[in-house]
């Protein structure tokens, strides 16, 4: 049977290179006929796209998929389930050596539908925001922003500060050097921090 090896290779150590060179090692001791992407193109500096023709060309002339662990988050594998589904490939699971049945169908799944999807995060920019906080906190202490007299107005006041500065065309403020949206981001914070409080006392009130 002639299998070919699908597994992630884009932003793993090496292209992932040596578990394709293990695992085509193993399963030819075996006595399978093993096609290996790590061997149909070994160049590692062509575009992506070249390296998919020759893989999902491999792909079609083969009997079977086996696939290397990871393959659920590499979208080339994706890509070639797909080609070896549409040529009614069969699929294996690898597993140090041993090839195990897979219902492709139902593999890899996980349901994440509601979900907070956190990757889509701008880490930059919400990192823009801590370093607000963190300058409020070097000059006022952590958390002193509950303390406040009348923390609400003035914090809303202060937001609107910020935003007409913005829009009126100043992006730094002043006195911290950073960015005033960051700083209109800090105060949203606050002021959605006084509103779950708020909501939180009301309803443990209400459930009393």
Same mark, same amino acid.
């Given at each position: 049977?002639?299998?070919?090896?699908?597994?992630?290779?884009?932003?793993?150590?090496? =292209?992932?290179?040596?578990? @394709?060179?293990?695992?085509?090692?193993?399963?030819?001791?075996?006595?399978?006929?093993?096609?290996?992407?790590? $061997?149909?193109?070994?160049?590692? &500096?062509?575009?992506?796209?070249?390296?998919?023709?020759? *893989? %999902?060309?491999?792909?079609?002339?083969?009997?079977?998929?086996?696939?290397?662990?990871? +393959?659920?988050?590499? *979208?080339?594998?994706?890509?070639?389930?797909?080609? #070896?589904?549409?040529?009614?490939?069969?699929? =294996? /699971?690898?597993? *140090?050596?041993?090839?195990?049945?897979?219902?492709?169908?139902?593999?890899?799944?996980?349901?994440?539908?509601?979900?907070?999807? +956190?990757?889509?995060?701008? +880490?930059?920019?919400?990192?823009? !925001?801590?370093?607000? %906080?963190?300058?409020?906190?070097?000059?006022?202490? +952590?958390?002193? @922003? $509950?303390?406040?007299?009348?923390? $609400?107005?003035?914090? /809303?006041?202060?937001?609107?500060?910020?935003?007409?500065?913005?829009?009126?065309?100043?992006?730094?403020?002043?006195?911290? #050097?950073? &960015? &005033? %949206?960051?700083?209109?981001?800090?105060?949203?914070? @606050?002021?959605?921090? @006084?509103?779950?409080?708020?909501? /939180?006392?009301?309803?443990?009130? !209400?459930?009393?």
């Amino acid at each position: 049977m002639k299998i070919y090896l699908s597994g992630p290779m884009t932003g793993i150590k090496d =292209y992932n290179y040596p578990a @394709f060179e293990l695992a085509a090692q193993r399963l030819r001791k075996a006595g399978y006929d093993i096609v290996s992407p790590r $061997e149909i193109t070994p160049e590692t &500096h062509l575009a992506r796209e070249i390296y998919m023709r020759h *893989d %999902l060309i491999a792909v079609c002339q083969c009997d079977a998929i086996a696939l290397l662990d990871g +393959w659920e988050k590499s *979208d080339g594998c994706k890509h070639e389930i797909i080609v #070896g589904k549409a040529c009614g490939l069969k699929f =294996y /699971k690898y597993n *140090d050596g041993v090839l195990n049945d897979i219902d492709i169908d139902n593999a890899g799944k996980k349901f994440d539908t509601g979900k907070l999807e +956190w990757d889509h995060m701008r +880490w930059g920019e919400l990192g823009q !925001i801590m370093e607000i %906080l963190q300058f409020g906190a070097n000059k006022y202490g +952590w958390d002193n @922003f $509950e303390k406040v007299d009348n923390a $609400e107005s003035r914090y /809303k006041s202060a937001l609107l500060r910020h935003v007409i500065a913005y829009v009126n065309g100043e992006e730094n403020d002043q006195e911290s #050097g950073k &960015h &005033h %949206l960051a700083h209109a981001g800090c105060n949203v914070l @606050f002021l959605l921090h @006084f509103t779950n409080n708020r909501r /939180k006392k009301c309803n443990q009130l !209400i459930s009393r």
